[in-house]
Structure formats: structure tokens, C-alpha cells
């Protein structure tokens, strides 16, 4: 995508003596940290064009090869973007929201994480939103979790419950709270959500029914602008689906 050319005269305000010289094994990758702690920082700010390519090999004391492969570490994770023509070279970048959840995604993907841990996690992150959902939430919000819970009946009554509406109901909940670092949370964590949400259907196959009542419940309490009964409902759903969890996930003695 096309951005609008930042005049050169940007690498005026950062100094060659920002960067070390690198004596890792692993050259490339501690060139990306340096890089990457300096943006972090605030040291580099989205606009700033880094030094040419020339400049940093003088700098971190490698060959040209080394810096690019560098270079395209953080492009790919989104923290700078190569510019070509009369205004070219490396520039840092705002990250962009989809970067922060596909990262986030990934390190929840790579981690060892148990069902049950995924739900004690989730009770302490609902809790936490829903007096904020009372607050905030609209008639849109309303009407949308209305609609999921309608469908959620719809499937219990042929025999064909699917524990992907009860992901869709509680990433509406959390967008209902209106709040933009939520929303990233909520989207990044869908996949261990949807995962441990299997594991509990595995665990007790006729979770749907009560599950879809208590939705209904919360959803009542929540259009009431009630946050105490909401907190009781959401926490008597989410607990015992966590016990359950981690009674199956413990070790038989």
C-alpha cells in the first residue's frame, strides 16, 4: 500500500550512536532487538526514516547482508516498512492492529496453554468488562447477543449445538464494552477460546442447554444495567465450567 514519502531530513535527529556494535552469534537477530527496543522506547517514532543501509553496517560493525536480512525481520513484523524512490529507505511504522493480534495470536497458539487455564484466565477478563458492558453496551449490542442466543436455541431444540455460538456470544459481550485494547484482547484470544470452549463440550456433552439459559440470564441482567447480577450469572457459568476442566485435566490418583 502506498504511504505518503517522509523527507529525508527525518534521519537528522537520530544519531549513529543510537546503535552498538554487535558481537552475538546470532548478528541479525540482535540487530532486530536493538532496533526493536529503540521504537519501543519511543527513541524511533513511526515516521522516522533509519540510517541508509551504509550507515547501519558502519554502525552495528556487519556486511550489507546482515542488515537486510534484519530489515526484513522487522518488516515482516510490521515495525518498518521499505520505501522505494526519491524518498526510499527504511521508515518506522505505527503498528497496525491486525500486527498486534496476529502476534499475540501466534504466541497463545505456540504456548502450552490447558483448557482450564484458558478459563481461569476468562473469568478474571469477563468480570473484569462487564461493568463496562453495562455502561456501554447499546441497543445494537443487545440485539446482536439477542440473535445469537436465538440461534444457540434453535440449534439445542435439533440436536445440533455448536460450541462456535458460544465463542460468538462471548467476543459480542466483549466488544460491547466499547473499548478499542479489549477489542485486541478479545480477537487475539478467539483461538484458545474456541479451543477450550471443545474441550469443555468434550468434558460434558450437554453443557449447551444450561449455558444457553445462563446467556439468556446474563443478557437480561446486562439490558437492566445490572452489573452485580451480571458478575453472579457470568461467574456461575464460567466457574463451573472451569471446575469441570480442571477435574478432567487433573491426573487420575
Known amino acids: 500500500m502506498a504511504s505518503n514519502p517522509t523527507p529525508a531530513r527525518r534521519t537528522s535527529n ?23 527496543t529503540l521504537i519501543h522506547q519511543g527513541q524511533l517514532s513511526p515516521g522516522d526514516r533509519l540510517p541508509s543501509e551504509r550507515e547501519l553496517c558502519a554502525s552495528f560493525g556487519v556486511s550489507r547482508i546482515t542488515i537486510r536480512d534484519a530489515l526484513r525481520v522487522l518488516e515482516s513484523s510490521g515495525l518498518i516498512e521499505i520505501r522505494v524512490g526519491a524518498h526510499g529507505g527504511a521508515y518506522v511504522t505505527a503498528p497496525t492492529s491486525s500486527n498486534i493480534i496476529s502476534g499475540i ?24 468488562i462487564i461493568e463496562l458492558v453495562c455502561e456501554r453496551a447499546k441497543e445494537e449490542d443487545f440485539e446482536a447477543l439477542e440473535e445469537i442466543v436465538a440461534r444457540s436455541r434453535d440449534s439445542l431444540e ?16 466483549a466488544r460491547s464494552a466499547h473499548n478499542r485494547t479489549l477489542n485486541l484482547i478479545v480477537e487475539s484470544f478467539q483461538g484458545p477460546l474456541r479451543y477450550s470452549l471443545l474441550e469443555a463440550q468434550h468434558a460434558a456433552p450437554s453443557m449447551g442447554d444450561p449455558g444457553v439459559t445462563e446467556h439468556q440470564e446474563l443478557l437480561k441482567a446486562l439490558k437492566d444495567r445490572d ?3 451480571a458478575r453472579e450469572v457470568l461467574y456461575k457459568h464460567l466457574s463451573r465450567t472451569y471446575h469441570r476442566l480442571a477435574q478432567e485435566e487433573s491426573p487420575n490418583p
Not at 18 to 30: M, N, W
Not at 158 to 173: D, G, K, M, P, V
Open 14 to 36: 537520530i544519531g549513529e550512536d543510537l546503535f552498538s556494535p554487535v558481537t552475538s552469534a546470532r548478528i541479525s537477530a540482535t540487530i532486530v532487538n536493538q532496533i526493536r
Open 105 to 128: 495470536t501466534d504466541m497463545l497458539a505456540m504456548s502450552a496453554l490447558s483448557a482450564a487455564e484458558i478459563t481461569e484466565a476468562r473469568i478474571i477478563f469477563e468480570l473484569g
Open 158 to 173: 435439533s440436536n445440533n449445538y455448536n460450541t462456535a455460538l458460544s465463542a460468538e456470544f462471548h467476543i459480542r459481550l
Open 227 to 229: 452489573p452485580v447480577s
